[in-house]
């Protein structure tokens, strides 16, 4: 299954990836999607950057026969690889979510580039659960939590950029 986002900021891409690898945006955007417990980091690597999240959430919210495989809590851990800035202050990374204990995981692209009023951010992704029969169901029943947990790291985002 596709997800795709799109969000515009009132900022250079300098700006808005700046505001990306804060260890503390990344502890407020966990806290924000109402992880019971969670960990980030941030670490260069060569001219990458990596941003690592690891949160414990609650399964409150999927239906039965997913809370069935995760129990009460699931860990959804997240990674983005950042690669250095272009001239223009673009930049390209990947994303991968995965959650534990469940056959369900996302791989995609993010891209910051300039346009709209300042920078436009780019997710684009490909949901995929591998269990025959349920998986199209299971797809279904995770991809309104992850656009939700997008749209409020994009909200945290600006509200970071506006300080």
Do not use: H
Request: aromatic share 4%; net charge negative; with cysteine.
């Amino acid at each position: 299954m596709k997800i795709a986002r799109t969000a515009e900021y009132d900022a250079t891409p300098e700006e808005v990836f700046a505001v990306l690898r804060d260890p503390l945006f990344q502890e407020a955007k966990c806290k924000a999607t109402a992880a019971v417990r969670y960990e980030a980091s941030v670490e260069p690597s060569g001219e990458s950057t990596v941003i690592r999240t690891e949160r414990i959430l609650p399964s409150d919210g999927l239906p039965e026969f997913a809370k069935g495989m995760v129990g009460e809590t699931i860990k959804v851990t997240e990674t983005q690889e950042w690669g250095p800035a272009e001239a223009d202050g673009s930049r390209r990374g990947t994303v991968a979510m995965v959650v534990a204990g469940a056959p369900i995981a996302l791989n995609g692209t993010i891209t910051l580039a300039p346009g709209g009023p300042g920078t436009v951010e780019t997710f684009d992704a490909d949901l995929k659960a591998k269990v025959p029969l349920l998986g199209g169901t299971m797809e279904k029943a995770a991809a309104p939590p992850i656009k939700d947990a997008i749209d409020i790291e994009v909200a945290q985002a600006k509200e970071w950029l506006a300080r």
